[in-house]
């Protein structure tokens, strides 16, 4: 049987796979799978089409490509995560920039102007949290959570961390995974009618063993979260480090979290310049105080400036490198990849754009339009517009309990009307049965707005 060149796969000329499998002393590739169960072992033909031309493979995909529908065509109330926001056209043509689109990690062979637009990055987003020290950007916020808790496991050496039940379901998922198995988890209730975390339950579960509690604020589910300096007294109780996550596109008008005692301030980059992008284009970031205890303990890179030789001439690069798992693999902090450092560039981009009198503009914009809407679907018979009693900041819970209809049969009558509900809940938090999260934006004017209103109502009326 002739063995098939792949175009596209590597290594698979028979000469050279030959001498890789002589190198590791294999008779052939079957031996490598051999310790794969036979049961697990696919017996049948995988029925691999053909590879197709360049431009076959591009109308393939631009077929399956155009089923999708996006919120260029239907009005988007669906956030929970990856939210709908204003992205300014100069922070994609910065980013596009060949020097920042195919830079890679930043390395000294690279252009050096990078180091310094991730510097000024960061400090950009350390004015935001009121904080002294952030890093290059993470995956994701849940990355950046789960980095921040095992930060704090280290500078603690402890292992117990406490977890508000209304962290995202999805990170709360992500944080345990990347603990496990040397972190141990509890949750920690809240209540019902505020959505507040239940302060009773929290001071009978933090102890001496007591790593870390993580919270967010504003709430995955949208409510803000008040009680941020009698959490932080608790944690400072037992010699808990706090740490919080936050939406940064809410500090134009919400204190930071290290106003009210957050040791380590974490959250998602994705509001600030990032496009939805069917979920891409998300991010992360880590904030501290400028303290060796935690500047030791980040895994990911942070670029400093300091004066060169030249008087009046100042350089960017890497500070304390070598706790980063680039310098030393096997003794990193913990393994860090390429990162998201073109993110970072773009959300230094769009906050230096607003400044502070931008994000409080558009911190107020979208408060004012997210409790206009909530008024008008309080005037629904069966709608509860906000479940919470508690102040919001962009999200909120709708509930629909009263009408009678499922979140999926509503979603599915809005879809019909060109209009994306907000997320079911029914499956994450099922004790509100049948209620939904609703995000509502800058990008959301008046008319948008009673769009969606007049369509509720026709819905749960008929």
């Known amino acids: 049987m002739t063995k098939k060149v792949h175009p596209y796969i590597p290594n698979t000329v028979p000469e050279v796979q030959n001498q890789m499998l002589k190198e590791i002393g294999a008779e052939s590739i079957m031996e490598l799978y051999s310790c794969i169960p036979e049961e697990l072992q696919l017996k049948e033909d995988m029925k691999i089409p053909e590879a197709l031309t360049e431009y076959g493979l591009r109308r393939h995909i631009e077929s399956l490509l155009s089923k999708n529908i996006s919120t260029n065509e239907y009005l988007n109330f669906l956030g929970a995560g990856c939210w709908q926001h204003f992205v300014p056209a100069v922070c994609d043509e910065v980013n596009q920039r060949s020097e920042f689109l195919t830079a890679y990690a930043g390395e000294p062979y690279e252009d050096h102007g990078r180091f310094q637009a991730l510097f000024e990055y960061q400090s950009l987003v350390a004015e935001l949290v009121d904080m002294d020290v952030v890093n290059v950007p993470t995956f994701d916020w849940g990355q950046a959570a789960s980095t921040s808790i095992r930060m704090a496991a280290r500078i603690t050496g402890k292992k117990k961390v406490l977890l508000a039940k209304t962290v995202s379901p999805e990170r709360a998922k992500i944080i345990t995974n990347y603990g496990s198995p040397e972190l141990e988890f509890e949750f920690i209730g809240f209540d019902k009618d505020s959505g507040l975390l239940d302060l009773a339950d929290l001071k009978n579960k933090a102890d001496g063993n007591t790593a870390a509690i993580y919270f967010e604020n504003p709430s995955y589910l949208g409510f803000i979260e008040s009680q941020g300096t009698e959490i932080s007294e608790i944690a400072k109780a037992h010699g808990v480090i706090l740490v919080v996550g936050v939406d940064p596109i809410s500090l134009g008008v919400l204190a930071p979290p290290s106003h009210y005692g957050a040791d380590i301030v ?197």
């Not at 060796?292 to 300091?306: A, C, D, N, T, V």
């Open 266 to 462: 974490c959250g998602d980059l994705q509001p600030l310049g990032m496009h939805m992008n069917f979920s891409g284009g998300q991010a992360g970031f880590i904030a501290t105080r400028d303290e060796e205890k935690f500047i030791h303990e980040y895994p990911s890179r942070l670029f400093g400036i300091i004066p060169t030789v030249k008087e009046g001439e100042y350089g960017f690069g890497d500070v304390a490198y070598e706790r980063t798992s680039f310098a030393l693999r096997e003794k990193g902090k913990e393994s860090v990849g390429t990162q998201t450092a073109l993110w970072g560039i773009t959300a230094g981009v769009y906050l230096s754009l607003l400044g502070p009198n931008g994000m409080y503009e558009l911190g107020q914009t979208i408060m004012q339009n997210s409790q206009y809407c909530v008024k008008k679907l309080n005037k629904i018979s069966g709608v509860k517009g906000s479940l919470f009693t508690s102040p919001f900041f962009k999200e909120f819970i709708i509930d629909f309990n009263e009408t009678g209809l499922s979140v999926e049969t509503i979603n599915a009558r809005l879809r019909e009307k060109k209009i994306f509900g907000g997320k079911d809940l029914s499956q994450e938090f099922p004790e509100f049965g049948q209620s939904a999260l609703y995000c509502v934006t800058e990008v959301h004017t008046r008319e948008d707005l009673d769009r969606l209103i007049e369509a509720i109502e026709e819905i749960v009326s008929n």
